[in-house]
């Protein structure tokens, strides 16, 4: 069995992605959490990496080593708060102390963050450079274990390198329509494990949902989403509006055996596992919701 097979194997079909910032809870809440998740029925447990998060090497390493029998996953470790060579040497020694249990998801992160630092804000040259420098590690000093590490990606290019020097894309903020474009440039043998909002509720709660969500990623500027919107044919119209179109693709809402036939259309468009994410306005609500959600939607 190959690693993408493996992986396949142990995450199944639906995980939960969990907030980082700001809305983390302390270590222990959070350990208590990912165990309850587990319990339910989850495969995998993500969480990602910003302002005013964990360093995410030494949270998952915690989570891990707290949490038995679940997956992990980092959704993503930001290329801007470590070198290629700290990142495959982290991602090696979790992958070593835990077989089987971590998934090293991997993002350029966004121009705000890149400017802080002084950067240019290049991601595909970027990106391709941070995974040579890690195969340039690996190939000098092979991990004993070997692990799967994912790209944050929305558009075609960054699609098509996490293809070629990847095992696969964790999309995030995508409409529904994303998957099967993504899968069809990713071509059947890598992982497509996207992030998808849901909402137990109607669809105007899932609509202020949405509006959040774009006021957001323009005040940040957070091109990617708004390109891989547009490429996929949601108008400025249908995304200021937002328009039931881009409501109803971008959150899947309703009650809990709705949701589970959306997830589905997913799977079935090609997504290997799918991570839900409440829309909620704490992080115990959010656990809330994917407790309720559990028995319709894990499987």
Same mark, same amino acid.
Do not use: C
């Given at each position: 069995? *190959?690693? %993408? +097979?493996?992986?396949? &194997?142990?995450?199944? &079909? %639906?995980?939960?992605w969990l907030p980082s910032a700001p809305l983390a809870p302390p270590p222990d809440v959070e350990r208590a959490a990912t165990r309850r998740l587990a319990e339910l029925g989850y495969r995998s447990v993500w969480s990602g990496?910003?302002?005013?998060?964990?360093? =995410?090497? @030494?949270?998952? !390493?915690?989570?891990?080593?707290?949490?038995?029998? =679940?997956?992990?996953?980092?959704? %993503?470790?930001?290329?801007?708060?470590?070198?290629? #060579?700290? &990142? +495959? $040497?982290?991602? @090696? *020694?979790? &992958?070593q102390a835990h077989p089987g249990r971590f998934v090293l998801g991997i993002g350029v992160g966004h121009r705000f963050q890149a400017t802080k630092l !002084?950067? +240019?804000? /290049?991601?595909?040259?970027?990106? /391709?450079?941070?995974?040579?420098?890690?195969?340039?590690?690996?190939? +000098?000093?092979?991990?004993? =274990?070997?692990?799967?590490? =994912?790209?944050? @990606?929305?558009?075609? $290019?960054?699609l098509a390198l996490s293809r070629d020097q990847a095992d696969g894309a964790h999309p995030f903020a995508q409409p529904v329509s994303h998957t099967p474009?993504? /899968?069809? #440039?990713?071509?059947?043998? $890598?992982?497509? %494990?996207?992030?998808q909002t849901v909402l137990l509720g109607t669809r105007e709660d899932a609509r202020a949902s949405v509006r959040k969500r774009v006021a957001l990623s323009r005040e940040h500027r957070i091109e990617a989403y708004l390109a891989g919107w547009k490429r996929l044919g949601y108008t400025d119209a249908d995304i200021t509006g937002p328009s039931d179109r881009f409501v109803d693709d971008l959150v899947l809402w309703g009650d809990a055996g709705t949701i589970a036939k959306r997830l589905d259309e997913l799977l079935d468009a090609g997504a290997d596992h799918v991570l839900l994410t409440p829309s909620a306005a704490t992080f115990e609500s959010t656990v809330d919701v994917l407790a309720e959600l559990a028995p319709a939607v894990v499987r």
């Open positions: 069995m *190959t690693l %993408i +097979e493996d992986t396949r &194997a142990r995450l199944g &079909a %639906i995980g939960a990496e910003g302002p005013g998060s964990r360093e =995410v090497f @030494a949270h998952f !390493g915690d989570l891990l080593a707290s949490v038995p029998d =679940v997956v992990l996953g980092t959704g %993503i470790a930001n290329l801007w708060a470590r070198p290629g #060579i700290t &990142a +495959e $040497k982290g991602g @090696a *020694t979790l &992958a !002084g950067e +240019e804000y /290049r991601p595909l040259d970027r990106m /391709r450079a941070y995974l040579s420098e890690m195969d340039a590690v690996a190939a +000098e000093n092979p991990s004993p =274990v070997a692990f799967p590490r =994912v790209l944050a @990606a929305v558009g075609p $290019k960054m474009y993504a /899968r069809e #440039i990713l071509g059947p043998d $890598k992982l497509l %494990i996207p992030q």
